[in-house]
């Protein structure tokens, strides 16, 4: 099974950037994980909250194929403790999900034809985080999540 997270923007912030990237690369011993940040859409001031996110659909679908699983980060989503979402993503693995990608909309949400699109959505918590730090906390919780399959002793450090 591939993972791929997909996010709307750019992060700048080079502690954000670090600390996705140390998870990124301790994902590479458990699975086939890409991220992907696909550019804000310019000139928004001129755009409609609808037209943007309307946009930003746009470039989601070109980089989601047929076959592809397509869970968003969305707060209206199930609420997973870490070993249930450890449990998912083996159900997904067993499953034989091929491609599996989650992805992080822009700073409204998601446009209606990305929720049809989707097979599930998941929320990280009933508190609201920018969409930067959420990058963050979920390829932490995925390494947390495929740690707790493998029995290691990270889930309880």
């Known amino acids: 099974m591939k993972i791929t997270l997909i996010a709307i923007g750019k992060t700048e912030d080079k502690y954000l950037i670090e600390g996705i990237e140390k998870y990124i690369n301790r994902l590479k011993h458990y699975i086939n994980f890409s991220?992907?940040?696909i550019p804000d859409v310019k000139n928004v001031k001129n755009l409609s909250e609808a037209q943007q996110k309307g946009k930003?659909?746009?470039l989601l679908h070109k980089q989601i194929n047929n076959g592809d699983v397509v869970i968003l980060l969305d707060e209206k989503g199930?609420?997973?403790?870490s070993v249930e979402f450890?449990?998912?993503?083996?159900?997904?693995?067993v499953g034989s999900v091929q491609h599996l990608i989650f992805i992080i909309g822009g700073p409204y949400g998601f446009d209606e034809t990305i929720y049809k699109r989707a097979k599930g959505l998941i929320s990280l918590s009933d508190m609201t985080f920018s969409h930067q730090m959420i990058r963050l906390?979920?390829?932490?919780?995925?390494?947390?999540?495929?740690?707790?399959?493998?029995?290691?002793p990270y889930h309880h450090a």
């Open 35 to 37: 991220f992907l940040a």
């Open 78 to 81: 199930k609420k997973y403790s």
């Open 56 to 58: 930003e659909a746009e």
């Open 137 to 152: 906390f979920f390829v932490e919780q995925l390494y947390r999540g495929f740690s707790i399959l493998k029995g290691e």
């Open 86 to 93: 450890s449990n998912y993503l083996n159900k997904q693995m």
